[in-house]
Nanobody
């Protein structure tokens, strides 16, 4: 069964940190560009960050630049999103996704999606 499974979400105070993980099973991530997306209540899903299949290039939404870091460990078939200096507006369900492309692609073209993990930033 081909799937992505996220973990690491939770409740954190403003200014705190979380690290999300996303593990793939049933396929290898080596050939996939991977991304993190989020959806807040009443809002559309948006891309937070993505990384090319080689790991040589990343990009970030303006709202998270300087605070979030995407990474991948192909040996562990896992991707990560380190989130620092979290703000209440970061509260959302976070999803990982993998697309069989070398470069980052539009959200609609990702092949596999995780089930999502809730991140809540509140005092």
């Amino acid at each position: 069964q081909l799937q992505l499974v996220e973990s690491g979400g939770g409740l954190v105070q403003p200014g705190g940190s979380l690290r999300l993980s996303c593990s793939a099973s049933g396929f290898t991530l080596d050939y996939y560009a991977i991304g993190w997306f989020r959806q807040a209540p009443g809002k559309e899903r948006e891309r937070v960050s993505c990384i090319t299949n080689s790991g040589s290039s990343t990009n970030y939404a303006d709202s998270v630049k300087g605070r979030f870091t995407i990474s991948r460990d192909n040996a562990k078939n896992t991707m990560y999103l380190q989130m620092n200096n979290l703000k209440p507006e970061d509260t959302a369900i976070y999803y990982c996704a993998a697309g069989l492309f070398r470069l980052c692609v539009p959200m609609a073209r990702y092949n596999y999606w995780g089930q999502g993990t809730q991140v809540t930033v509140s005092s």
